[in-house]
């Protein structure tokens, strides 16, 4: 009888341990399973880089109960919280998600934005020379630098860049082609021009020369070696010898470059600007306060400006 007693005791303890190692593993801290935000779920999918908790945490769960919170793998995709309910949203096409505050919804341009370690995007949605529906991007052409496109909702806007200038696809907007280092567009391809041979030390000065097309104009030789177009404003020219902006009757060359251009009266007014009007406020600073009227005030003497080189 003792040993039959004992061989159920046995039994009966082996099934406990069974049942015991079937059982579900809790949470630290939790009720008996994870707690789950109620509302909208979303699709499995990669959790919030904000706010990011242990390996457990659920992809539809937030980070904090409000607020807006980056998708960890895909940059134009991100999430919104309220009172712990979460809903997967997605930029517009072009744009990507703006994670600087997870107190503002919004949405910009990726120049603006690091998405290298959410480098993931939505399916594009092209249109006439728009990749995306939004955005800044280069002309299909590769030899054309200067022009890019402005894509809104899939309508396109073409822009020219400043003369010199090229469209800069890493930062979206119009710079040296040095800077842009887009293939098919270096300064020499673009400005027709490279820059003579010169010592180190004449590099250091950065040393000009005369465009020989357009009396206007000439080209600075970043430390002798990197072309870039510059210019003298209206009614100037590039003195070549003196390597500055002159008036033409001072450059024998290009005396007559602005024929067609400006009359004489508008070269002679543009030399030797009329002075301009003092203000009321600036005439009662210079004489202590005193108004026009003031016993005492003279007017101040006129100042030509200088030539701007």
């Not at 939790?30 to 779920?41: A, D, E, L, T, V």
């Not at 706010?51 to 457990?56: T, W």
């Not at 919280?81 to 096409?93: F, H, M, S, V």
Request: net charge negative.
């Amino acid at each position: 009888m003792k040993s039959s007693a004992l061989l159920q005791l046995l039994a009966v303890a082996a099934l406990l341990g069974a049942s015991w190692a079937q059982a579900p593993a809790r949470r630290p801290g939790g009720g008996g399973g994870s707690r789950r935000p109620s509302g909208p779920k979303t699709t499995p999918a990669p959790p919030p880089v904000v706010g990011g908790g242990g390996d457990d945490e659920l992809a539809d769960e937030c980070p904090e109960p409000n607020g807006f919170f980056a998708d960890g793998f895909q940059c134009d995709k991100y999430y919104e919280c309220r009172d712990g309910a979460i809903t997967e949203k997605l930029c517009p096409d072009g744009m990507v998600f703006n994670d600087y505050s997870p107190d503002q919804e919004k949405c910009d341009l990726p120049f603006n934005i690091d998405c290298s370690k959410r480098s993931e995007l939505q399916t594009p949605q092209p249109s006439l020379h728009c990749p995306r529906k939004n955005g800044y991007f280069s002309h299909e052409q590769a030899n054309i630098c200067d022009k890019f496109y402005f894509c809104v909702d899939g309508k396109f806007n073409m822009i020219t860049c400043p003369d010199g200038l090229v469209y800069n696809e890493k930062t979206g907007i119009c710079t040296w082609p040095d800077e842009a280092k887009k293939k098919g567009c270096s300064s020499e391809e673009v400005l027709k021009f490279e820059c003579p041979k010169v010592s180190t030390d004449q590099g250091q000065q950065h040393p000009r020369y005369a465009d020989p097309e357009d009396c206007q104009f000439f080209y600075v030789c970043i430390n002798g070696e990197i072309p870039r177009r510059s210019g003298c404003k209206m009614g100037q020219v590039f003195n070549d010898v003196t390597k500055s902006c002159d008036w033409p009757r001072n450059v024998q060359e290009c005396k007559d470059w602005y024929k067609g251009i400006l009359t004489d009266e508008q070269l002679a007014a543009l030399e030797n600007p009329k002075p301009k009007p003092k203000s009321e406020a600036a005439h009662r600073a210079r004489n202590g306060g005193r108004s026009r009227a003031g016993a005492g005030a003279r007017p101040a003497p006129a100042v030509e400006d200088d030539i701007e080189e």
